[in-house]
């Protein structure tokens, strides 16, 4: 019988599953469980004590006519079994039929395992004796009751009954969140005492389950809350209720029938109301944040344009030696103020929380030729030997945020020099490709310096960090540089440390992953063509005088014809009268801004005029607004203060471009195919393939309530629809899609609906196309990997 026990022991699911399919098709599921745990006490009720007979057993048992329970083991197994059953309130007959099909699934199990047919015959004469006796015991145990036990019985039962409904109910009506219950139809089934408390006309516990009870807050609600639980397992909604307006979590539930009787729906809400107040309040603070650092950008900024463009031109005038000394006294004063200004602007724009990271593939030699070119004439007004070395073998077409790292370098080369005497300040640069498609690089900033003290180095990355009080006197500088060169390579997600001896120089470093990049494009430019170009017709619109004449100054010294407005209802006059080869729009300006002067040039009906290019001046610091700007048609950016170079790189970046900023982009340019080709090799095609799902699950619906909420003039949640695909876009490469939602948010964010519907247009249109470019080219990237 070796055979029957294991054939027993090794297919306990097998059985569980065969009783449960026996009992839903026979009726008998509606009298108890469909859990198959419930099942499993069961057939491990039943398996035990024919194993048992098995140890003891080598022939089936037969039944003789003076068999009784007290000396037959299986007998006295069916005898606590009728006992059990009969206690729960099962009829003989219901017990019996089920009892039956237990049989046959044991059956059935040796069937199935073809086995020889002796074999088989004798195990299953084993199972019919086993089962034989087990029913002998039912009998006998259910015969011998008399009428008075059965009464008695009957009323523990019930009140076992009531008490485990109460305790059951005492649970339910305890929970602190509200509960709804919903029957199969949808319609109210029971609220729980929270609930009740917030819809109901009568909030007593138990009011719903012992009685009518009416609650027509909940009932005029009812419908749009269930379409949602269709859509969504889990969503956000605001709802009436007995203590006002109220918004709420919403968690669906089908309920989890376990014997096939009861369909339905469970609703379980959250009240987040306090949270959300709370968030809008630090969004209001963030956004306050923001509004003051862009106002203050822009305050300290433009004057400290005019000086260094109103300086700048005087040095390139005919002066005497005296004279270009005093300009080039005030161009230096300058240049440091801007240093500082732009440190404190840095360091509050990371405290404020909106710091922007811009991923793209660059070349690092470029990135490296731009930091060389910066810093070696500083390096030389102090004899200092300078050198940037880049180790052989370290990967060069790279996908990070170059201008971050350019900055990074740039601080760190900046107190380089300022901290050497004499000697020498190298940039040594290296790193290996690794075969998941991913670099580490290495940067290190060597000098022959002053170098910094055990005690210095404790707290040299804190802001406002400096040696001593004297390092101020001597050197200048805020003490916030190396505060924000750890906050950039902290977002950047590297490391940074320093390495330092008393008057034997230090060594910054600093470490970054990089994805390797095979793009063509880079996104640091180079200085190599810093030629004037051919001469242009350009409106320049400036409200600030003097930076106005700056820039008139070194447009008509590029050989430029310059046409200017003073403010932005001029610039849209002269723009529409005339026609012009650019536009430098100043985006503060009174009587009409240059975003609007900018949004009406281009709903301009002759193409001639409103498709030229716009570059905003701007001397903001904080990006939030420029999505906004490009909603609006810009075409670029130039910030002040601006020298004639950038002003040049800006004008010939503009004038090459294809088509203004609110074009949609075409084909392979959806897509930067890079970053997914990162994810595969950094994370592996599940985690990847993960990722890809993800989008492709929840961004359609997502834009599907999207343009509902756009439709119903509901902006907030169109906002907060926007926020979330911007970042799902640009998780995948999808910059142009990650744009269009950012400009959708942005255009919200500052109540300009005007913006806003063009912006969604945008995104609308840029969706399907961008979804179909990810899976296309994931399916691609699979198929060859």
């Keep these: 019988m070796d055979t029957l026990r294991r054939l027993i ?59 009784r329970s007290g000396n037959d083991p299986i007998t006295a197994f069916g005898v606590e079994q009728a006992r059990q059953h009969r206690a729960r309130g099962v009829t003989l007959g219901l017990f019996l039929g089920l009892t039956k099909y237990y049989r046959q699934s044991y059956q059935d199990l040796v069937n199935d395992a ?20 087990m029913e002998l015991g039912i009998c006998t145990e259910w015969a011998s009751q008399s009428e008075t036990t059965k009464l008695e019985e009957t009323q523990r039962r019930n009140r076992d009954i009531t008490n485990e409904k109460n305790k059951y109910l005492t649970i339910f009506e305890s929970l602190n969140d509200p509960v709804i219950l919903l029957d199969s139809t949808g319609a109210i089934d029971n609220l729980n005492t929270a609930a009740g408390e917030l819809f109901a006309e009568s909030p007593e516990p138990g009011a719903v389950y012992y009685g009518h009870q009416a609650y ?34 919403v968690k669906v539930r089908r309920m989890l029938d376990i014997s096939e009787k009861y369909h339905g729906t469970v609703l379980i809400l959250n009240d987040v109301t ?14 306050a944040k923001s509004a003051f650092l862009a106002t203050m950008s822009h305050e300290i900024r433009t004057p400290i344009n005019g000086i260094l463009g109103t300086a700048h031109l005087l040095d390139d005038s005919p002066l005497t030696d005296r004279d270009k000394t005093y300009v080039r006294a005030i161009r230096s004063s300058g240049e440091a103020l801007l240093s500082v200004v732009d440190d404190v602007l840095d360091y509050s724009k990371i405290e404020a929380g909106v710091l922007d990271l811009d991923p793209t593939p660059f070349h690092l030699t470029d990135l490296l030729d731009r930091v060389y070119l910066a810093m070696a004439p500083l390096a030389g007004e102090k004899d200092l030997e300078f050198s940037v070395d880049l180790a052989p073998g370290t990967p060069t077409r790279l996908l990070g945020d170059a201008n971050k790292i350019r900055q990074i370098l740039i601080n760190l080369l900046g107190n380089a020099v300022k901290f050497t005497r004499a000697g020498s300040v190298a940039l040594r640069v290296n790193g290996r490709p690794a075969m998941d498609g991913t670099a580490s690089l290495s940067f290190q900033v060597t000098d022959t310096g002053v170098g910094i003290s055990e005690a210095g180095r404790r707290h040299l990355f804190e802001p406002f960090a400096q040696e001593d009080s004297s390092i101020s006197r001597r050197f200048g500088g805020t003490g916030l540089g ?66 106005r004449m700056v820039a008139q100054g070194f447009l008509e010294r590029d050989g430029h014809r310059v046409v200017t407005a003073e403010d932005g209802e001029e610039a849209l006059d002269l ?112 985690v990847a393939g993960r990722i890809v799902a993800a989008f492709d699950n929840s961004t359609p619906p997502a834009m599907d309530t999207l343009r509902r909420a756009v439709a119903a003039g509901d902006w907030p949640q169109a906002r907060d629809l926007a926020h979330g695909l911007k970042s799902a876009a640009a998780n995948l490469g999808l910059s142009p899609l990650s744009r269009a939602a950012a400009d959708l948010e942005a255009a919200v964010n500052q109540g300009a609906e005007g913006a806003a519907r063009p912006a969604f247009e945008t995104l609308d249109g840029l969706f399907a196309p961008s979804h179909a470019a990810v899976m296309e080219t994931w399916a691609a990237l699979r198929e060859s990997a």
């Design 216 to 249: 027509p807050l909940l009932d005029r609600q009812l419908p749009e809350l269930a379409r949602a639980g269709e859509r969504a397992e889990q969503f956000e909604c605001a709802l009436d209720t007995n203590r006002g307006a109220r918004a709420f979590q």
């Design 9 to 67: 022991e090794d297919n306990e699911d097998w059985l569980i599953d065969r009783v449960v399919e026996y009992a839903i098709d026979l009726g008998y599921a509606q009298y108890t469980s469909t859990l198959k745990e419930a099942w499993r006490a069961s057939i491990c009720g039943l398996s035990g004590p024919i194993l048992e007979a098995l140890d003891r057993l080598d022939e089936p048992p037969e039944i003789h006519a003076d068999a």
């Design 274 to 287: 306090a949270y959300k107040q709370a968030k809008d309040q630090a969004e209001a603070a963030n956004r």
């Design 114 to 133: 073809a086995y020889p047919a002796a074999t088989a015959e004798r195990h299953r004469r084993f199972i019919d004796r086993f089962f034989d006796h």
């Design 482 to 547: 190396l505060a924000i060169c750890k906050k950039l390579v902290a977002a950047l997600g590297g490391r940074i440390g320093c390495d330092s001896q008393v008057d034997r120089g230090s060594t910054f470093w600093f470490t970054l992953p990089l994805v390797l990049s095979d793009a063509d494009t880079a996104a640091v430019e180079t200085e190599a063509d810093d030629s004037p170009g051919r001469p242009l017709k350009v409106l320049l619109a400036e409200d600030n005088a003097v930076n």
């Design 575 to 686: 723009a529409t009268r005339g026609t012009f080869d650019v536009i430098l729009m100043d985006i503060r300006m009174p009587v009409m801004d240059g975003v609007e002067a900018t949004r009406r040039i281009r709903a301009l009906a002759d193409p001639a005029r409103s498709r030229v290019p716009i570059i905003a001046l701007t001397a903001q610091v904080v990006r939030d607004d420029f999505p906004a700007f490009r909603a609006a048609g810009l075409s670029g950016f130039l910030g002040k203060p601006f020298d004639p170079r950038a002003l040049r790189r800006t004008l010939r970046d503009a004038m090459g471009a294809a088509a203004p900023a609110q074009a949609a982009p075409q084909g392979d340019s959806l897509l930067d195919d890079t970053v997914l080709r990162g994810h595969l090799a950094a994370l592996g095609p599940e």
